[in-house]
């Protein structure tokens, strides 16, 4: 029915009526709110207690006013009360855009309530509204909010496991309950009379593992410790203290005994190690030769990084199972360069002598010499038409194969080689087992543990990935196969970390007599060389000599004659020689070397390869009334040790030495030394780098190369250290370069090659350019293959 | 502090040759030496435990390296290397239980007087005075408790370790040389032997646990920095795996065709990783943890003339007296046991007010006064 006129009026009255009301209560409120407002204004410099009060109700009025929630916040941070601070913030951060400057007082203020989520949030904010600005004061507002977001996110991780301990201790709490309960009233403890300790089960606490923010798996902390717990047989220990009977003296020494060989028959005691001889093994070296012994029983891919010392680790196992017994014959495999290295360090550091393919019983008793007990031999050599039979025609209790990344193509004869061997023990040597691809690796394995990586095609499928012939998949699982049969220590593991070495290359213009020397020798050298029956070496050596010293040659020269070793025809040209000799009485390296020492307070080494060089030098440092030890390789011990003492004293501060100067001895205390002379092989430079740059070394390494203008020498330098600073390299790292070029042929032939082939200067000059452009290319590869294997190895090999 | 190998002379024989040649010479058997090796004629009990005849010959072999025992009768050769079972048959017999010994050490000279001066040399008092009262001639009673242990982990040590103890003052000696070398030394006939004092044991047992769980801290210290590297280096592989399962996971969702059902499994398995990762790295920390069992080889117990010195501590007008022992073994005054935790010491704090001697790890707050 329809509303009658009368009836409209009333309700529109009724309406207007309501509407006044609430107008009228809403201009009180707005009068009261501005009132209390005003107040609170007004009280906030005399009395803020009473000016939050007023604030806080006014708020009740208009809870979503600006002004009044940044007053409550004002007062509440001047009163110091965070909680209704807090309370400002969040109102406001609900109604307004927050400035930098309230987020960061907002973000402090959920920190010192521990809200670290919140907080993190409230960081990311800021750091977004500050993240263009070039203000200083916003720009350190900026460093403010990424600092407590990083904090805060360490809190979280804190706080998450704080919870996770405390519930596992709850839970421990109540499994102990529960066995208590369980236990029957009969069954008492045991009486013991040692105090019990824990099982690690009971140390040992989970390690929880967080999610963050974005839901992103993070890594537990990594400085957790793992737990160690002590058990004693106290029954043992007990019934022997209660013995009312005594054991006769030989029972007491027998038990010790059997418990000595006992221990030693767990491979934890090596016994190889009081055999050693001019050399202290580390304590990753033995550690990673326990390892081979107990773990891997004998078949390992021995790939620590460079310098750190594989052939010890290799000759600490072979050492132990030779002491042992457990091999009585066995087979060494290098390139042919490393045959006498090898050997070198079989003899001097272990004691034991062995042939090798570097002796000429190999070239003259053809198969048999193949029959020895243990050969150290050149792989060239062992897998040649004429070898390859009578090397694996018989079996050997170990095999070790050098730089076995020669080894990497199951199509090439070395890999086939090896293959072929019977062996029980096998130890394989490389710092750099993949080079290009994967399969190099697979290819290894499988001669130490074949079916360890399955079949080619299977290793293919499971674990590469297409495309990327050196990006494994199934990392995990790979890992684990892997970790059966490879060690790879790094510097981090060993904790080698020697301080850097820098090299001076001292050029010295020679004298016009020196000149002529150089020149008559050379010329000599090519004249002897033409003749078919001319020794090689001994001309090598006669112009490393000319390199040295006049003395050097002189000595040379004379031995020579007086051996009759000379022909006729060029006897008078060595007489000529050595009267030039006689005539040079003061040489220009000689005047560098007293400038040198003159501005030098430290203790230096001086390295000389003739003992024609080592004497000249001697009266020469007496004649300048410089106090110096000697020190060469016809000395007794105990006149090396008086030697090492007198330069280790303080009146000293000279070591006069031979390339074998100081080894075994330590010189870490000398971080200085000069080249008088220099080797033409690397290596030979490096052991005598070595000689200082070694664990122990605490301050950097200065080495004075001198060389005279225009020799040999000066070429090798040029090379070495200015293309590819080799001077500055890590031990060991030469070699590998090397390694790449130098196929069959030494380091020392190729430059003597360069040298005596070249017809003029120019042609020299091009040849050795040659070279180290070869050298550069090698060592560019050789880093590429580094990186490669480090990314691909990381730690995840280490003992 | 190691133990040596043993008490007899260095020969060119190896280790497993010589213990199998002591083994056989303990147990009766006479052995004659040979150029080549020696021959040993043995008890017919000792015959059939090792299942030998009785005559039987050690020779080197062909490299020295390789000796074997050659049975005549059985026309047959045993190796006796490590590792070979007629060897670790006699290791079995040796070590079946841990035999007590007793030894008397005869001393020529004692030293008598400059006590002052040895204490001063290897003591240290940081906040009392010592005075030397008086000195006695006194025999006194050391033990040796030669043990053998096992640390496992990922991987396994095995260790010996030798502790000595005054048994008067219950106070551990530090490198004294077990094997008496050198000193007149005398071994009496078995037969019985004066038991140990409970209350003596009871003082020195909580020692030796200390003792033995210190010594192995330091002689397993590698062995644990090696198994905490790759503990975590272990967790770290954990972790970057899960990563990248979640990851992997995360991505799949984006998959089209899925159902809310399995988008809502997914993502429940995506929650379970973290759990799953704790729970792993718990594993983990398991395998890692290092359980050492340690058992006594043996115990021998030295009774020796040493010097009794008695001395005064005084901290500011307080004072008390301390027994100290001149060992003429080690040539020095034993240490003194912390009143403590019972190391021993050179460094001695007396602490405030009571007096305890206190080690330096101790002294900040001593734990008997703590206990009350």
Known sequence: MAKTKEQKRKQKRKERLKERLSQHTRESREERFAFLLNEAKWFSRTNPEKALERVQRSLKLFPDDEDAIGLMGLLAGHLNKPEIEMQAFERLDKIVELTP????????????????????????????????????????????????????????????????????????????????????????????????????EDTAEAVPAEENREGKVKAPRRDIDIPVSVKIDTRGLEATLSEQLQSPPEAYWLALEAYQVRLNETFDRLICLSGLTNVASLWYQEETAKKILKRFRGRALLADEVGLGKTIEALLVFSEYYQRGMIKNGLILTPTPLVSQWRGELAS????????????????????????????????????????????????????????????????????????????????????????????LYNLITLLKPGQLKTASAFKEEFMTRGDPTDPQNREKLRSLLGEVMIRNTRAVAKVDLPPRFAHTLRVDPTKEEQALYQSIEALIREMGKRKTANRLLLKNLLAEAGSSPRAVQLALQRRLENREVPKAEEKKIKDILDICAGIKKTRKNRMLLDLLKGNPD???????????????????????????????????????AQVERFTGEDVHILLTTEIGGEGRNLQFCNKMINYDLPWNPMKIEQRIGRIHRIGQEKEVTIFNFCGAGSIEDYILEILDKKINMFEMVIGEIDMILGRIRGEQDFSDMVYEIWMDAESDEDRKTGFDRLASRLKRSKSSYLKTRELDDKLFEDSYEI | MRSEASNTPETDESLPTQFARHFLETHGAVVEEKPEGWDALLPGELARQLDLSELVSARRGADARTPAIHLPEKDRSLPIGYGSPLVEKMIGLASDRAPLTTCRVRIDYLKKAGFDKSIADVFSFPNSLPTVQSTAEAKTEYIVFNCWYQAQSDEQQEGMLDLVF????????????????????????????????????????????????????????????????????????????????????????????????????RKEKIALIPDELARKTHDLLKKYSIRTD????????????????????????????????????????????????????YRVWLCDPHLHILCPGCRRDCPVCRKG
């Open chain 2, 294 to 345: 340690v058992r006594p080889c043996a115990v021998l117990r030295i009774l020796t003339p040493a010097v009794k010195i008695l001395i005064k501590l005084t901290k500011g007008k307080r004072e008390r007296s301390a027994t100290l022992f001149y060992n003429p073994i080690t040539k020095t005054v034993d240490p003194l046991s912390c009143e403590g935790c019972g190391a021993g010491t």
């Open chain 1, 349 to 440: 550091k272990f004691g034991l002598d062995f042939p090798t393919t570097d002796d000429p019983e190999y070239r003259t008793q053809g198969d048999k010499f193949w029959e020895a007990p243990f050969i150290v031999a050149s792989i060239n050599l062992a897998k040649s038409k004429k070898n390859f039979e009578a090397v694996t025609r018989r079996e050997y209790d170990i095999v070790i194969v050098d730089e076995a990344h020669h080894l990497k193509n199951r199509t090439t004869l070395n890999w086939k080689l090896v293959n072929a061997l019977k062996k029980k023990y096998l130890l394989m040597l490389s710092a750099t087992p993949v080079e290009n691809n994967l399969m190099e």
């Open chain 2, 166 to 265: 005054n048994l008067e003052t219950a106070a551990p000696i530090f490198e004294m040389d077990v094997t008496l070398t050198g000193l007149d030394r005398t071994f009496p006939s078995p037969g019985a032997v004066s038991s140990l004092d409970p209350k003596i044991l009871n003082r020195l047992l909580p020692k030796l646990q200390k003792a033995l769980e210190d010594n192995i801290a330091a002689e397993i210290a590698d062995f644990r920095e090696r198994m905490k590297r790759r503990y975590q280096r272990d967790i770290r592989h954990l972790a970057e795996y899960y990563e990248s399962l979640r990851q992997e996971m995360e991505k799949s969702l984006q998959r089209p065709g899925l159902t809310e059902a399995s988008i809502a499994d």
């Open chain 1, 603 to 641: 203790k230096i080494i001086i390295f000389v390869k003739y003992l024609g060089t080592l004497e000249h030098l001697s009266g020469f440092l007496e004649e300048n009334r410089k106090p110096y030890a000697i020190f060469h390789g016809s000395m007794s011990n105990a006149e090396k040790d």
């Open chain 1, 101 to 200: 400057d309230q987020l960061e007082r907002y973000l402090r203020l959920l920190y010192g309530q521990k809200r670290y989520r919140e907080a993190i949030a409230i960081a990311e904010r800021g750091i977004e509204k500050t993240k263009d600005s070039t203000d200083p004061q916003t720009k350190n507002l900026k460093t403010f909010f990424s600092r407590m977001k990083d904090y805060a996110g360490f809190q979280i991780d804190e706080k998450s496991e704080q919870k996770t301990a405390e519930k596992k201790a709850i839970e421990k709490k109540d499994l102990l309950k529960k066995e208590k309960a369980k236990k029957s009233p009969a069954e008492k403890p045991e009486k013991a009379t040692l105090p019990e300790r824990p099982e690690n």
